[in-house]
């Protein structure tokens, strides 16, 4: 595909900002969507439009007025049923319709997963009400994790330890959910030893891997990530082949070419190195917000190039980095930030990107502090050190 092709991106935040940037820089037009103005895709792209990616007819509508290219899904809550529409009369979606009407929802990817693919998954049940959760977690024992079928960077999520608190858990569930169902994954949790996401680019030369990406996450939320994550070869190795099933199931009979985020636990057993899958997403990834630092090709630019069908070549490779997240304490409309001189003067492989988002809330990302060292634990300690001078003040609005 010519690489001055039109993309109308749908969801604006941050992964679509730097998205925008790669996309750009190889000649693509951008048209970025998003529910509210002003989002971090929309300041770098060619034009924006306004409207919930639930609404269909709003959907429908700006494929008709830009006719793009490619249609490249940046966020899970989407009208997939209007994309399915729209590919049946022409319309590339990236990396298909079939991945981002499965992937939106954690029941039926991971009904792909484990059903269908026979991948290693936690035990789990769904619920659409408080008596079903409270049969699911009979089901899964506790403890056990309680989460939305469909939202994003984990909100709605609980780990539950007793029956005491699953109304809680169920309540906060369904108050964070997208979309318009209220349907809830209840799943048995997993001790693992830790947890990776293995990024999988499917592009037109095959299927590629970047280095797994270790990560912390809290409140259901990536905190910090890291790479390369230290993992035995042959655990490596079956993250891998479950990863190429998955994607290669996801994009059926077309290309599904572009960047999966597969995520995965692994817990040590005495035969070794259990991998459990666990999510998948058929974009960049938060956590691999770290390649920023760490790869020559980010996950950005590796998405980018996967979708107009340009080269991926050789092997991928990233020298040891790591990534923490800045985050806004309050709701503020206008702010600014300070300690970004503190922050860049930690190191000289130190880096902070700031999101642009036009609000604040508790917990929301506005940044990330970036940071290569000699070894992952130096970079994480020094990506913390960075992060945490940087502070938003509140301004008086004008």
Not at 266 to 271: D, L, S, Y
Request: proline share 5%.
């Amino acid at each position: 595909m010519a690489h001055t092709s039109t993309i109308l991106l749908l969801g604006s935040g941050e992964l679509g900002r730097e998205f925008t940037i790669s996309a750009k820089r190889l000649g693509a037009r951008v048209i970025a969507c998003d529910a509210y103005a002003d989002a971090p895709a929309m300041q770098m792209a060619d034009a924006c439009e306004v409207f919930s990616m639930l609404d269909g007819g709003a959907l429908r509508a700006a494929v008709i007025k830009y006719q793009p290219d490619l249609i490249v899904p940046e966020v899970e809550a989407i009208r997939t049923a209007v994309l399915i529409e729209l590919e049946a009369e022409g319309f590339a979606i990236v990396p298909s319709a079939r991945a981002a009407q499965l992937t939106m929802n954690r029941d039926a990817i991971r009904d792909l997963a484990a059903g269908e693919l026979g991948l290693v998954t936690s035990r789990y049940l769904y619920a659409e009400s408080f008596e079903e959760v409270e049969a699911a977690a009979a089901h899964t024992g506790f403890p056990c994790v309680i989460k939305p079928v469909m939202s994003s960077s984990g909100k709605g999520q609980s780990k539950v330890s007793d029956a005491e608190q699953l109304q809680a858990a169920w309540d906060y569930a369904v108050a964070n959910m997208r979309g318009d169902r209220a349907r809830v994954i209840v799943e048995q949790f997993i001790e693992f030893d830790y947890e990776i996401t293995l990024l999988t680019v499917v592009h037109a030369g095959g299927i590629a891997f970047c280095p797994p990406i270790g990560h912390r996450q809290e409140r259901g939320d990536y905190q910090e990530s890291w790479q390369p994550a230290a993992m035995s070869p042959t655990a490596l190795d079956t993250a891998q082949a479950m990863a190429a099933k998955v994607v290669t199931a996801l994009k059926g009979d077309g290309r599904g070419w572009g960047l999966y985020g597969v995520e995965f636990f692994v817990r040590h057993t005495p035969e070794g190195e259990e991998v459990i899958f666990s999510e998948l997403s058929p974009r960049p990834h938060d956590t691999g917000m770290v390649t920023l630092a760490t790869q020559r090709l980010s996950e950005f630019d590796l998405h980018a190039r996967a979708v107009l069908g340009l080269p991926v070549e050789g092997e991928i490779t990233a020298q040891p980095g790591a990534s923490t997240v800045i985050l806004a304490e309050r709701e503020l409309e206008a702010f600014s930030y300070e300690g970004l001189d503190q922050a860049l003067g930690v190191g000289a492989n130190v880096d902070v990107r700031i999101f642009g988002k036009p609000t604040t809330r508790p917990f929301r990302r506005m940044g990330v502090a970036l940071a290569t060292a000699a070894t992952t634990q130096e970079a994480r300690q020094i990506a913390m050190r960075a992060a945490a001078h940087v502070r938003i003040k509140e301004e008086k609005a004008p």
